[in-house]
């Protein structure tokens, strides 16, 4: 995800970029009356004309001024990830276009911020593949979410359903040290929602 930079710039800053403005053939005035921060964008004059000349990086900063404050990717399984802002405003190929962004976020004329992961293959860097949750130990995919009982006092840890229950159906009791197990304010149990288990090794 990117969005424009917002650093301020300093007095001394302005001045030297007014005496660059004044300089004849400069093409820097555009970017002082297009840019929150000019003197990040113009870094050489090498670079001026390589990369602030080119009209598609002139219309994503005036895209950025004027319409949207951050340009958010979204995900495509031929491209990878796409920018749908962009895309209608130049002329590059939608494959072209992060790597474009990532040389503007170089010369710091814009900020970039971490969004997503997306799984890929390895070998081809295509995002069209499938995930499969395997155990570690026997490699089956037999895999099931359960919430699951820590008993703090002997370090018990076993899914909910193989607690030893008594004939009132209600109490429950510790299967190792056979404690009964307090739920409601007790500081001795400790639940954990988010454990995976294997139906095969459980």
Request: hydrophobic share 30%; glycine share 4%.
């Amino acid at each position: 995800m990117f969005k424009r930079k917002t650093e301020h710039t300093s007095n001394k800053e302005l001045k030297s970029i007014e005496s660059r403005v004044e300089r004849p053939g400069s093409l820097e005035p555009f970017y002082i009356r297009n840019a929150l921060n000019p003197s990040y964008q113009i870094v050489t004059e090498e670079e001026e004309r390589g990369l602030y000349s080119k009209p598609d990086v002139q219309r994503i900063i005036n895209l950025l001024l004027n319409d949207v404050k951050e340009l958010i990717p979204s995900f495509d399984l031929h491209y990878y990830c796409r920018y749908n802002e962009i895309e209608p405003v130049t002329d590059l190929k939608p494959n072209e276009i992060p790597g474009l962004l990532d040389r503007l976020t170089k010369y710091k004329v814009l900020d970039s911020h971490f969004y997503e992961k997306v799984i890929i293959c390895d070998k081809c860097t295509s995002p069209n593949v499938a995930s499969r949750f395997l155990c570690s130990h026997c490699k089956s995919t037999n895999i099931s979410q359960k919430k699951t009982i820590e008993h703090l006092s002997c370090g018990y840890v076993c899914p909910e359903d193989q607690l030893v229950v008594d004939t009132d159906g209600r109490t429950k009791h510790c299967p190792r040290c056979g404690l009964i197990l307090d739920f409601n304010a007790g500081p001795d149990v400790r639940i954990n929602e988010g454990w995976f288990m294997c139906g095969h090794c459980a």
